[in-house]
C-alpha cells in the first residue's frame, strides 16, 4: 500500500424510519466505486437473503455486550428490541484503504458519532413531508394502526436532530436524492463543499421544507 493513498472520508447517513435511507444507500454504493458501505453488528436475526459479514455481522446479544466492553465500538444503540453498532474496525480498513465509506445508522447512534469522529460529514434524509411519511409507513402494511403512530412519534423527535447534522436532502424522488447524495460525497472529496450550502446545507433545507405546503394544501 502506499503510503500516500489518501484517508477516506466517513459519510454518516441517517433519516427518520420509513424515509428510504436504505434504498437510497444502495443505490449510491453501485454508482460509486469510491465508496463502501459500513458493515454493522447487530444482534437481530437475519432477514432472508441477508449474508453475515456482508449485509450485517450477526451477533448474539452477549457477543455484542462483549464487544462494548471491549471499547470495540465507537457507537452502538437499541432500536426496536435489538442492538446495534459500528465497529472501530468496520470503520477503520475501508479509511484506510481510501475509500469514503456510508455509515447508514439510526439517529442516535448518529448523535454519538458526532462528537467522536471529526473526520465525518453528516447526512440527513427527510421525507416530504410528515404526512407523506405517514402514508408511506401505511402502505408498506407491516405496522398496526398504533404502530404507525408510535413510529410518526418518534420521527417528529427525529427531526430534531436534524440541527447536529451537516448536510439534509428531501427524499421527494429517489432518483433525484441518490444523485443528491452522491454530488454531497464527490464536492466532499473534492474540497469543494462550499458549493453545497445553499442547495444542501442544513439550515437552508430546513427552511425551505418547513415552510412548504402539506399535499393538499395551496
Ligand atoms: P434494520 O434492522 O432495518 O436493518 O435497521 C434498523 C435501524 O438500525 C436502521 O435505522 C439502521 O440504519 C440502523 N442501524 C444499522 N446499523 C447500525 C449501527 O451500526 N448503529 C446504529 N446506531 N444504528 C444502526
Wanted: overall charge negative.
Amino acid at each position: 500500500m502506499s503510503a500516500s493513498r489518501r484517508r477516506g472520508i466517513p459519510f454518516v447517513v441517517a433519516a427518520p424510519s420509513g424515509t428510504g435511507k436504505t434504498t437510497v444507500c444502495r443505490a449510491a454504493l453501485e454508482r460509486d466505486s469510491g465508496l463502501r458501505f459500513s458493515i454493522s453488528h447487530t444482534t437481530r436475526a437475519p432477514r432472508d437473503g441477508e449474508r453475515d459479514g456482508i449485509d450485517y455481522h450477526f451477533v448474539t446479544a452477549e457477543e455484542f455486550r462483549r464487544g462494548v466492553e471491549a471499547g470495540e465500538f465507537l457507537e452502538h444503540a437499541e432500536y426496536a428490541g435489538n442492538v446495534y453498532g459500528t465497529s472501530r474496525r468496520s470503520l477503520e480498513e475501508p479509511l484506510e484503504q481510501g475509500y469514503d465509506l456510508l455509515v447508514e445508522i439510526e439517529i442516535q447512534g448518529a448523535r454519538q458519532l458526532r462528537d467522536r469522529l471529526s473526520a465525518a460529514r453528516f447526512l440527513f434524509l427527510l421525507p416530504p413531508s410528515m404526512k407523506v411519511l405517514e402514508e408511506r409507513l401505511r402502505s408498506r402494511g407491516t405496522d398496526s394502526d398504533d404502530a404507525v403512530h408510535r413510529r410518526l412519534a418518534v420521527a417528529d423527535r427525529e427531526l430534531e436532530a436534524l440541527a447536529f447534522f451537516d448536510y439534509a436532502v428531501v427524499n421527494d424522488d429517489l432518483e433525484d436524492t441518490i444523485e443528491a447524495v452522491l454530488q454531497i460525497i464527490r464536492a466532499e472529496r473534492e474540497g469543494r463543499a462550499a458549493e453545497l450550502v445553499e442547495r444542501y446545507g442544513r439550515d437552508a433545507v430546513r427552511a425551505r421544507w418547513t415552510a412548504r405546503p402539506e399535499p393538499g394544501q395551496a
